[in-house]
């Protein structure tokens, strides 16, 4: 028995994986196909089970995983794709290759004879393998991977490109190795196939389990039988077919394709209105997989936890304070006297320093009406916790904002001070600055008293 338990294997981050807890059984005396379009995952999923790759979840064969087990060739054996077409060397023999393979296996040399044997190529064991057909060099393989005399196959795609004598072949063998109590587990692409070779199907696509079925359920999901039916006259015929209640599908310029009458009595309805017919023949047509949808983890596995995205949580906008225009601070020329909010430059002083001085001593006089235009520093330092909380209660509704007050009083006032650099807020009460005493107005003695 095979356990398959949360396969999952990334190739590149970013990308969807390969394979994505991937989690069923393979019971002993039955052939299990998973079956999928290419680059569902059916390659890699064997691969992992085999350990030939890295990835994630466990593959147990009766209890141990392949590595695990202490002779596997003797307990499972596998045939995966090779890059070349051939089973071996190309100037190798038949006989002398299969004998070499047992050698390496610690079994005897009869036992190659047996295989080739009941692969039906002993006619052929003394032919170089570069004569082999395609549908020789895969039973070779096949022989090869039952030296051990294991009891379970693990086979990709053991039949893809075969003639249909050998599909036949193959189909016949792997039935009759579930019928003496053998496991299988092989991979194929069409659907038409898993129903007919399979006792369960596994329906994998973009690496994610889509369905896991019986087969006679897979055949009523996936299968329909139709009649094929071709001649010059279709388009009268589909309009007969469709008033008896039938579903017709069109297929090219001189076919229909007919589902839920007979074929009996597609022939007799064309007899009785003198319509010729070039074909008529029953088919089993194949009807598209469900689209495959995420699932959640599997209650076995236990490594993929799938959670949908959370919506993003709007974010209160901190608000942007715009520093005011610099307050003008004129200099009045030596002869004219100082008018209100201006300053004279002493004697003996720098222009600049005079202003700088200034800036600070005699800071400008601004009308309750344009708060607005003052310094946003000056004016959280003189009101900070209400300024702030009027912003928590405007941003965060009518919840307690008291447990923030003092986190986002830091927060914006450092903010404030790295956009608005570091001025000082002058209160008058707690640092009082010492005026320079005013200068005489034009007219007035200078000389000292």
Do not use: C
Not at 40 to 69: I, S
Request: glycine share 10%; proline share 8%.
């Amino acid at each position: 028995m095979i356990q398959i338990t949360g396969l999952t294997k990334s190739y590149r981050r970013g990308r969807p994986p390969a394979l994505l807890d991937l989690t069923f059984d393979a019971r002993p005396g039955m052939v299990t196909a998973v079956l999928g379009p290419e680059d569902a995952g059916k390659t890699t999923a064997l691969r992992l089970m085999v350990q030939l790759e890295r990835g994630q979840g466990v593959t147990l064969f009766d209890g141990r995983t392949y590595r695990g087990l202490r002779r596997p060739e003797r307990e499972v054996g596998v045939v995966l794709p090779a890059a070349r077409t051939v089973a071996g060397h190309p100037g190798r023999k038949a006989r002398g290759h299969l004998r070499m393979l047992a050698a390496a296996a610690g079994v005897p040399a009869k036992r190659a004879d047996e295989l080739l044997e009941q692969t039906r190529l002993a006619t052929v064991a003394d032919y170089r393998l570069r004569t082999f057909s395609p549908g020789m060099n895969r039973r070779l393989a096949l022989a090869g991977a039952l030296l051990g005399d294991p009891g379970t196959l693990l086979l990709d795609a053991p039949t893809e490109g075969l003639s249909p004598r050998n599909v036949e072949w193959f189909h016949s063998f792997l039935r009759s190795f579930a019928v003496a109590g053998g496991t299988v587990l092989m991979t194929t692409r069409t659907a038409r196939e898993a129903a007919e070779v399979a006792d369960r199907v596994v329906t994998l696509e973009h690496g994610r389990l889509v369905a896991d079925q019986p087969v006679a359920e897979f055949r009523s999901t996936r299968l329909r039988s139709e009649v094929a039916v071709r001649g010059p006259q279709m388009a009268r015929l589909a309009d007969l077919l469709a008033e008896q209640g039938a579903e017709v599908r069109r297929e090219g310029a001189v076919g229909i394709a007919v589902a839920g009458i007979g074929r009996t009595e597609i022939g007799e309805l064309a007899y009785r209105h003198g319509i010729l017919l070039h074909e008529l023949a029953d088919r089993v047509a194949e009807q598209p997989a469900v689209r495959a949808v995420l699932p959640a983890a599997s209650g076995r596995s236990g490594h993929v936890r799938l959670q949908q995205g959370r919506a993003a949580q709007p974010v209160p906008a901190v608000p942007q304070l715009r520093r005011p225009a610099e307050p003008s601070y004129a200099l009045r020329s030596a002869g004219a006297g100082p008018s209100a909010g201006e300053a004279v430059v002493p004697s003996g002083r720098s222009a600049a320093e005079s202003t700088a001085r200034t800036r600070v001593a005699t800071p400008p006089t601004t009308h309750p009406d344009d708060q607005a235009t003052a310094h946003p520093a000056d004016h959280l330092a003189d009101r900070p916790a209400d300024h702030l909380t009027g912003h928590v209660t405007d941003h965060l509704g009518d919840r307690p904002a008291d447990h923030l007050t003092d986190h986002l009083t830091d927060h914006l006032t450092d903010h404030l001070t790295d956009h608005l650099g570091a001025r000082p807020a002058v209160r008058p009460t707690e640092d009082p600055v010492r005026h320079p005493a005013p200068l005489p107005g034009p007219g007035t003695d200078h000389r000292s008293e």
